[in-house]
């Protein structure tokens, strides 16, 4: 169900839109300041590269740009936007052999109404920060042991918090088939951290 703030939120996007179609093309800066770094982590979440997750990134809010005259109001630009950058994605892991990533530093965090870091997060003692990234790692590594299309399932549902209907709009398969991905993905994580520590 969709919230007011996120009603608020979308609203806001179509007058983004709108302005730059008119020609107002400074626009387009609240959008990348808005959803980059969300599109950002969901790259690097399927790449575990930072230099190919900000190029893929930049690409994709460029491509957007370019093609911002078929972008339908009705629907969502982030779910746009991410579309765009998954197929980017696809067709760079497609070209190139994937590069093994060892280095986690990347914090798990919640994210407030507007998509930001929560505060609470931030004001976590160390001993606390170090805990959560060592889960995230054993988390990130499991995760690349899942393949792509249940990865790509768990990072939208988990790290996104998208809803089964805007993750069946993002990736254009039926909701049934994001929650048949999404229940065998968590059983084989729980498998995967379990086996790790027994």
């Known amino acids: 169900m969709t ?13 983004m839109v709108l302005a730059v179609r008119e020609g107002d093309t400074t626009a387009y800066r609240g959008l990348v300041e808005k959803y980059q770094e969300r599109i ?10 930072q230099e190919d997750a900000r190029d893929i990134t930049q690409d994709a809010f ?32 497609r070209k190139r052999k994937r590069r093994p990533e060892t ?7 919640t994210r407030d109404e ?8 931030v004001q976590e003692g160390p001993g606390r920060t170090l ?6 790692a054993r988390i990130m590594t499991a995760m690349q042991q899942l393949p792509e299309d249940q990865r790509e399932v768990v990072l939208l549902r988990e790290l996104e918090g998208l809803s ?3 993750i069946a709009e993002a990736m254009e398969i039926p909701e049934g088939t994001v929650m048949s991905r999404l229940y065998y993905a968590r059983k084989k994580l729980q498998k995967l951290l379990a086996g790790e520590r027994g």
């Open 62 to 93: 460029v491509k957007a740009y370019d093609n911002l005259q078929k972008f339908r109001l009705e629907s969502s630009f982030y779910t746009w936007i991410y579309r765009i950058a998954r197929n980017l994605t696809i067709d760079y892991l």
């Open 164 to 166: 089964y209907k805007e």
């Open 131 to 136: 805990e959560r990234k060592r889960l995230y």
């Open 40 to 49: 950002y982590h969901m790259v690097y979440g399927m790449l575990r590269n």
């Open 114 to 121: 507007r998509g930001g870091i929560d505060e609470s997060h």
């Open 3 to 15: 919230t007011p703030s996120q009603l608020e939120s979308r609203e806001e996007d179509i007058q």
């Open 103 to 109: 280095e986690f530093d990347e914090q798990v965090a």
